[in-house]
């Protein structure tokens, strides 16, 4: 079982390397894109924001964008902002979550392949005892190491990828109150612009 725990191992921190790249790029500059482009949209400056929330990667800054797009016609169907900023948080949400289910998984099998070759070792220990018709140490030493290494290399990388899954889904859940945050900016300016009469409602 040595073989697949290895592959495990291999897959588990290609995922945590390629996870962390990707939430630290998605937290970073986080707060100044969501000030800048509420500055920018706020006087009167929309190509200035949305070129800022499209120079920026990140669920936020898509969700800016997605909004600004269709506030920078002036005219919007009523609804069209919310749905537009629903659905590309969906999108976004479902980025950011890639890879957690292969992280999961290898934290719960890990452990089940180290019992399993716990299993193996066991037997081939008793078959070495039937065999030889008598106990003596040397017989059945290699079966209990064998068992006891499966166990412990499941163990070992099962702990820090189970580490590794909490914190991304922590993280995840702070770039969720960030995607938040950029809707609910998003929709403020829409009804600030209605209500100067710089944004046109259709069908309100």
Known sequence: MMYPLVLC???ALGVIIAKAWTLWLAHRSTRHVLESVEEAARDGR????VAIA???????SAILLAGLHRIAGRRVHDG????AVNTTGTIELGFLE???????????????MGFLGTVAGM?????SIETAGTV???LVAGGIKVALLTTATGLLIAVPVNIAYNYFVTRIDGLILDMEQGAQKILNLAWDLEREGKLAVIGK
């Open 9 to 11: 191992s291999l897959l």
């Open 46 to 49: 929309m190509d200035e924001a």
């Open 54 to 60: 499209s120079d920026t990667r990140g669920p936020a």
């Open 80 to 83: 069209e902002i919310a749905q």
């Open 98 to 112: 890639r890879g957690l289910v292969v992280l999961a998984t290898i934290a719960n099998v890990a452990p089940l």
């Open 123 to 127: 037997i081939q220990a008793f078959a």
């Open 136 to 138: 003596e140490p040397a």
